[in-house]
Nanobody
Framework: VQLVESGGGLVQAGGSLRLSCAASGSIFSMYNMGWYRQAPGNQREWVADITSGGSTNYADSVKGRFTISRDNAKSTVYLQMNSLKPEDTAVYYC??????????????WGQGTQVTVSS
């Protein structure tokens, strides 16, 4: 599975961006998908995820501002980011994971897309 992010860029505080992550492969609907971010000097942190069944979870720092969604027909997961703050500046990574019946788990990462929020 290959994951390709897009949609990053430079935006002023208070603005919005929508990130996309396009996945290859024919079983995208079975994957749990997530977004992570890594700011300079910091560890990569979880932002949000969406299960294969459509359940969503968010980090407290983005709850109410970010929305994760998926379009299985397009094999794409999105992250709508509103009310952006300078502290949201980071490289954003898409993650996909799947666990098979034998408990084997596979995880995949995209190459990342830069989001910069100016004050």
């Amino acid at each position: 599975v290959q994951l390709v992010e897009s949609g990053g860029g430079l935006v002023q505080a208070g603005g919005s961006l929508r990130l996309s992550c396009a996945a290859s492969g024919s079983i995208f609907s079975m994957y749990n998908m997530g977004w992570y971010r890594q700011a300079p000097g910091n560890q990569r942190e979880w932002v949000a995820d969406i299960t294969s069944g459509g359940s969503t979870n968010y980090a407290d720092s983005v709850k109410g501002r970010f929305t994760i969604s998926r379009d299985n027909a397009k094999s794409t997961v999105y992250l709508q980011m509103n009310s952006l703050k300078p502290e949201d500046t980071a490289v954003y990574y898409c993650n996909g994971s799947i666990t098979y019946s034998d408990a084997t788990t596979y995880k995949y990462w995209g190459q990342g897309t830069q989001v910069t929020v100016s004050s």
